[in-house]
């Protein structure tokens, strides 16, 4: 089974722009959360989408938004970018059990730069 | 969540086996115990959980102590590629994402 991809890899944009991230989860899961990577804060959780809808929301500012489309596939939105979101953003998903064992596996990540 | 404290680097000789400690002494008795690692720059990449019972599978084996409050992550036949930040999360539930605390960086020494 083909793991979580996410695209593009590697990304470079300008303070006061806007970017959108990809992510295709694990044939079957139903279920994405996105996380961000700063070596400041480590790993942070942004949200997760379930059926197209946001089930769940870490605490990021509004610039952080995200959707889900009918077959699972997520993106992620950064509006306005400032040099602090500079970061690995990661996406992880899952079958969408609302229980403890519901296992995210998580994609390469988007090395995001912001000059 | 559960808090969890973990050392912040252990060495470990190539083909030992390389144990990774974990408190997590506010655990509940619902809350299950996942093991993560993240090598340089990618995505972290699921180890293995458990809830009371000790748990194998092929990268690893999970202890956990009978009063819950820490459990071992044993990696049996280390290799360089093993080097990583090695994550213990503890969850109840999925309504706040996994949270990760700062983990153990493993090298693993030729």
Redesign the interface.
Known sequence: KAGVTQTPRYLIKTRGQQVTLSCSPISGHRSVSWYQQTPGQGLQFLFEYFSETQRNKGNFPGRFSGRQFSNSRSEMNVSTLELGDSALYLCASSLGRSTSTDTQYFGPGTRLTVL | DAKTTQPTSMDCAEGRAANLPCNHSTISG???V?W?RQIH??????II?GLKNNETNEMASLIITEDRKSSTLILPHATLRDTAVYYCIV????????????GTHLIIQP
Do not use: I, M
Request: hydrophobic fraction near 20%.
């Open positions: 619902n809350e299950y996942y993560y720059s990618q995505g972290p990449q699921y959980h969850r109840v539930g999925v309504a706040d994402g996994l949270t990760f605390g700062k």
